[in-house]
T-cell receptor, first 112, second 112 residues
Framework: DVKVTQSSRYLVKRTGEKVFLECVQD?????MFWYRQDPGLGLRLIYF???????EKGDIPEGYSVSREKKERFSLILESASTNQTSMYLC???????????FGSGTRLTVV | SQKIEQNSEALNIQEGKTATLTCNYT??????LQWYRQDPGRGPVFLLL?????KEKRKERLKVTFDTTLKQSLFHITASQPADSATYLC???????????FGTGTQLKVEL
């Protein structure tokens, strides 16, 4: 089974801090995605990547950046964390966009 | 505007009955539609994918229909069990076929 591992289950950061959320997948998938999930808003796509060093903006990229230096690793960066970035962050990977996504367990980030 | 709508009210049914969840969409022409299950505090888990030229797809106790004229998908769980209690999300492949957009999900509760 494909495994997607997110480095932290819970994080608490202060406003203005630079935050790194790490995601690693073990099945050689080309495609990786970062979503955030908020009550009543569902999952919203932040960034995605189809290849190493490649990235594309999703629906809500403002305040975020990403890095994909290796195929298996896709990092989400909050350059200067703000309280409105308190959320559940979910990483996913897939063989292709036409296949089901495999999600990690999520990182619940609280910015205080 | 583009919308993916799932019933936000929880669906409560008795064990053994068939649960039917609805996903309606507007201003999309998806080639694929997917269904996921999500348990509290966890990432979504892929269940089924159905293509636009498929009317129906089955997997064990699960059945999905896809009506591109009505712009609707129905998700059925037959012989439901308390272990089926979860939130179910539908998702469409959008943005030219390179990203998955999710509905907000419907919570299903199966009671003894």
């Amino acid at each position: 089974d494909v495994k997607v591992t997110q480095s932290s289950r819970y994080l608490v950061k202060r406003t203005g801090e630079k935050v790194f959320l790490e995601c690693v997948q073990d099945m050689d998938h080309e495609n990786m995605f970062w979503y955030r999930q908020d009550p009543g808003l569902g999952l919203r796509l932040i960034y995605f990547s189809y290849d190493v060093k490649m990235k594309e903006k999703g629906d809500i990229p403002e305040g975020y950046s990403v890095s994909r230096e290796k195929k298996e690793r896709f990092s989400l960066i909050l350059e200067s964390a703000s309280t409105n970035q308190t959320s559940m962050y979910l990483c996913a990977s897939s063989f292709s966009p036409n296949y089901g996504y495999t999600f990690g367990s999520g990182t619940r980030l609280t910015v205080v | 505007s583009q919308k993916i709508e799932q019933n936000s009210e929880a669906l409560n049914i008795q064990e053994g009955k068939t649960a039917t969840l609805t996903c309606n969409y507007t201003n999309y022409s998806p080639a694929y539609l997917q269904w996921y299950r999500q348990d509290p505090g966890r990432g979504p888990v892929f269940l089924l994918l159905i293509r636009e030229n498929e009317k129906e797809k089955r997997k064990e106790r699960l059945k999905v229909t896809f009506d591109t004229t009505l712009k609707q998908s129905l998700f059925h769980i037959t012989a439901s069990q308390p272990a089926d209690s979860a939130t179910y999300l539908c998702a469409l492949l959008t943005g030219g076929g390179n990203k998955l957009t999710f509905g907000t999900g419907t919570q299903l509760k199966v009671e003894l």
